[in-house]
């Protein structure tokens, strides 16, 4: 599966942002796959965001997330979502979504874990000025 994430750019502290990521590929279907975003901040390593399931029910976050961040989906645009509000200058990172055609209970995206087997997008550059 392919996975082009936009949406990045650059806003002010307190402002919110939403970042897409559309994804396409020919014998896939995007409802089977589970769903997560994944950022990396300047010197940092890459960590997780959130998750979601191939329904949309399920979702996961991290803890420092939790309460700012949304993550949803459209399965017939074939497309995940991040709703970022409130944002500091410490969300600065390059955010990167990407793809699990595994199960829930057996993906990596939900215990919010990076994987071998995940599909990686580009990434989309936040920038959060204070």
């Known amino acids: 599966v392919q996975l082009q994430a936009s949406g990045g750019g650059l806003v002010q502290a307190g402002d919110s942002l939403r970042l897409s990521c559309a994804a396409s590929?020919?014998?896939?279907?995007?409802?089977?796959?589970?769903m997560g975003w994944f950022r990396q901040a300047p010197g940092k390593e890459r960590e997780f965001v959130a998750a979601i399931s191939g329904t949309g029910h399920i979702t996961r976050y991290a803890d420092s997330m939790k309460g700012r961040f949304t993550i949803s989906r459209d399965n017939p645009k074939n497309t995940v979502y991040l709703q970022m509000t409130s944002l500091k200058s410490e969300d600065t990172a390059v955010y990167y979504c990407?793809?699990?055609?595994?199960?829930?209970?057996?993906?990596?995206?939900?215990?919010?874990?990076?994987?071998?087997?995940?599909?990686w997008g580009q990434g989309t550059l936040v920038t959060v000025s204070s």
């Open positions: 590929g020919q014998t896939f279907r995007f409802s089977h796959y589970i």
């Open positions: 990407a793809a699990d055609s595994a199960s829930w209970v057996r993906s990596s995206l939900s215990s919010g874990r990076s994987a071998p087997s995940l599909d």
